[in-house]
């Protein structure tokens, strides 16, 4: 039998692959001999993928609803998968971050833009009535989104505005997540009361927030940056890759939201101009308010005091 030069050293090396966790090589040859070849439905389970879009009403508006909002998900998992490279890569180099930060950008400013898609792609009509079917679930709810924002800056940093300057910082990260800003989207905190959506949320994901948290405390996009030799964190091109992504987080895209928003619930004229979930929408979105900023040191003094305002 003939093999040619470059066949057999695959075979060596895939020999070498198999020996090193103590396999033999000719069972796992054998199984290639009863193996299927690849399709791209089966590689993409684009059959199973298709099949989990499932509506509550008859509108056929609903299914654009559905469909965005799972196109959603799967991008903000694209973003943690690129978060948890630049937090779990040793000695990372300057290309590498920024490269990293760029591709997060982008996958935010593709959300962006295809907000057109809800702007202009649903019937008002359609939306207004089969959202009631969704009361109390609200894109509130995106544990992802909330994965993101641990991932990217301290917990100080996502703490209510209000509170921000008077909590300690060492506090426990249970304290610090009953003042995290999105909580004022239905806590009261006068009373201590939560709403429903948020109940069921926290039931739903606290454990795995908080998890998260102490995960990344020491390796968030913000530490990994403070982390880098001086020289480092004085270049211009990560500089600017930084600003860039907290700019397309916390204001661009939230912006873009929010417009879609006020333009079904407030503009239309056929809607109580409440959300599904019974936030205060306006004030929990708008940057002004909140003032999301992930890299604060990275930002002029009148940046900051302008942060969202001429949005």
Do not use: C
């Amino acid at each position: 039998m003939n093999i040619s030069e470059n066949a057999e050293a695959i075979l060596n090396e895939i020999e070498k692959k198999y020996a090193s966790i103590n396999q033999k090589t000719e069972t796992h040859l054998a199984g290639l001999l009863w193996s299927k070849p690849m399709t791209y439905w089966d590689y993409i389970q684009t059959d199973a993928l298709l099949n989990i879009q499932t509506q509550r009403t008859t509108f056929p508006d609903e299914m654009v609803f559905i469909m965005y909002h799972q196109v959603n998900e799967l991008i903000f998992k694209m973003i943690l998968w690129e978060m948890k490279q630049i937090s779990y890569r040793e000695n990372i180099e300057i290309v590498f971050f920024a490269e990293r930060l760029m591709r997060i950008s982008n996958y935010f400013d593709m959300l962006t833009t295809s907000f057109s898609i809800m702007e202009n792609g649903m019937e008002v009509d359609q939306y207004m009535k089969f959202r009631n079917t969704l009361t109390p679930a609200s894109g509130f709810q995106s544990a992802q989104y909330r994965l993101i924002e641990f991932s990217s800056t301290d917990v100080i940093n996502l703490i209510d505005n209000r509170y921000r300057g008077s909590i300690d910082r060492d506090t426990s990260y249970e304290n610090a997540f009953e003042y995290l800003y999105w909580q004022a989207a239905g806590k009261d905190y006068s009373t201590g009361k939560k709403s429903y959506f948020l109940e069921e949320f926290e039931r739903k994901y606290k454990k795995t927030f908080l998890d998260h948290m102490e995960e990344y405390k020491s390796i968030n996009i913000w530490q990994k940056f403070k982390q880098l030799p001086d020289a480092d964190q004085k270049s211009l091109e990560l500089i600017k890759a930084m600003r860039h992504f907290d700019r397309t987080v916390n204001i661009t895209w939230v912006m873009q939201h929010l417009n879609v928003a006020i333009k079904y619930i407030d503009q239309s004229g056929k809607g109580t101009g409440e959300a599904t979930g019974g936030s205060d929408w306006k004030k929990y979105m708008h940057p002004k308010y909140q003032r999301r900023i992930f890299f604060p040191d990275l930002w002029s003094a009148e940046e900051l005091a302008n942060w969202g305002v001429e949005i």
